[in-house]
T-cell receptor, first 112, second 111 residues
Framework: NAGVTQTPKFQVLKTGQSMTLQCAQD?????MYWYRQDPGMGLRLIYY???????DKGEVPNGYNVSRLNKREFSLRLESAAPSQTSVYFC???????????FGEGSRLTVL | GQQVMQIPQYQHVQEGEDFTTYCNSS?????IQWYKQRPGGHPVFLIQ?????EVKKQKRLTFQFGEAKKNSSLHITATQTTDVGTYFC???????????FGQGTRLTINP
């Protein structure tokens, strides 16, 4: 089992370009999340999806869109990238029991 | 904004010294989770505390939840180089659908 898989792992964009970060899980979890991590800021929630067909805003949703394509996949789209979106992006799923989060390896995005 | 404040932001210790990070909230927490992130890695779940005054141990790590459920701490006894990383507390909000993280405490160790 791969767990939570994010693609791409690295990406460099120019300001104004668009791109989609993909996340897929094989853990059969209902809830999925997108976080961004910046130095000194910890992990900030961008969007989450409590179940297939639903999405909700987190702490910092501006400039992003998401799609919960099916139970397995949750994508994050930047329509017009800005340098302020340079960050490491983590996808996560929430398991049952304790409700712990399982994170992907991260996607490092640089916007020039 | 952040639901939980974590201090200190950075801590540097000599190997063998103890380390503690604190997580504080202005509101009562339903529960709190702790994660560790190694340099260049992704956060990994350590533990969840639920009960008032709860204390849990994992080898050299001791986790505490305050009596008022407004604060929590993670204490590492006799640090080792493998303890290097950033430690985060996380607060479930919105009916536990959202997990909001503290800013983290970055631990570095002099061998």
């Amino acid at each position: 089992n791969a767990g939570v898989t994010q693609t791409p792992k690295f990406q460099v964009l120019k300001t104004g370009q668009s791109m989609t970060l993909q996340c897929a899980q094989d853990m059969n979890h209902n809830s999925m999340y997108w976080y961004r991590q910046d130095p000194g800021m910890g992990l900030r929630l961008i969007y989450y999806s409590a179940s297939e067909g639903t999405t909700d805003k987190g702490e910092v949703p501006n400039g992003y869109n998401v799609s919960r394509l099916n139970k397995r996949e949750f994508s994050l789209r930047l329509e017009s990238a800005a340098p302020s979106q340079t960050s490491v992006y983590f996808c996560a799923t929430k398991g049952g029991g304790t409700g712990e989060l399982f994170f992907g390896e991260g996607s490092r995005l640089t916007v020039l | 904004g952040q639901q939980v404040m974590q201090i200190p932001q950075y801590q540097h210790v000599q190997e063998g010294e103890d380390f503690t990070t604190y997580c504080n909230s202005s509101t009562t927490l339903s529960n709190i989770q702790w994660y560790k992130q190694r340099p260049g890695g992704h956060p990994v779940f350590l533990i969840q505390l639920v009960k008032s005054g709860e204390v849990k141990k994992q080898k050299r790590l001791t986790f505490q939840f305050g009596e008022a459920k407004k604060n929590s701490s993670l204490h590492i006894t006799a640090t080792q180089t493998t303890d290097v990383g950033t430690y985060f507390c996380a607060d479930p909000i919105g009916g536990a659908q959202k997990l909001v993280f503290g800013q983290g405490t970055r631990l570095t160790i002099n061998p």
